[in-house]
């Protein structure tokens, strides 16, 4: 009899102790960090906030950010050599090697190089609009403002710029 209930006890321990190691592997298995944005805007203030959620990959608001900040990249002058580098690295990563794109940026710093332009002046760019001309096109506009290294400010220009999509490589 005691038999019977040693083994009875054998089977129940075990299943228990079976049911706490999958339950341990469950547990262990879920993330352990919940991503949770907060957005601001330029006077700090919350605009939005909530937990991140997966964004799919063709999702216009990436495809805006990217020409955004594409074109912040490629109209600012920078005084700091390795800031307006990195700029230009930005520029060429977002476009396809030989593309149209491509060969019309590359023969604008041929004409007009940025590291060039830094030794007399400053270039900053306020992108203050961005439309979506049609599923494939947007429409850009932007002011550039120069500050020359004597320190004197003239707004360059307000320029609009039509882009196809295979000219952004995301999305």
């Given at each position: ?9 054998a089977v129940t321990t075990s ?154 490589r995301r999305g």
């Open positions: 009899m005691w038999r019977a209930q040693l083994r009875l006890l299943a228990v102790a079976l049911v706490a190691v999958l339950g341990l592997i469950v547990i262990g298995t879920k993330p352990k960090v919940i991503p949770y944005i907060v957005a601001v805007d330029n006077l700090g203030k919350v605009v939005s906030q909530g937990t991140a959620v997966q964004a799919s990959v063709a999702d216009d608001r990436l495809k805006r950010a990217a020409l955004w900040s594409w074109v912040q990249d490629w109209r600012m002058v920078s005084s700091d050599a390795t800031v307006e580098k990195n700029a230009v690295e930005r520029v060429y990563a977002e476009i396809g090697n030989g593309t149209p794109a491509a060969i019309k940026i590359s023969d604008g710093y041929r004409d007009g190089s940025p590291l060039k332009l830094a030794q007399t002046e400053t270039v900053s760019v306020d992108v203050r609009a961005l439309y979506a001309s049609s599923k494939d096109s947007y429409e850009v506009e932007w002011t550039e403002t120069a500050f020359d290294l004597r320190v004197s400010i003239s707004v360059l220009k307000t320029t609009r710029v039509s882009s196809q999509s295979p000219f952004i």
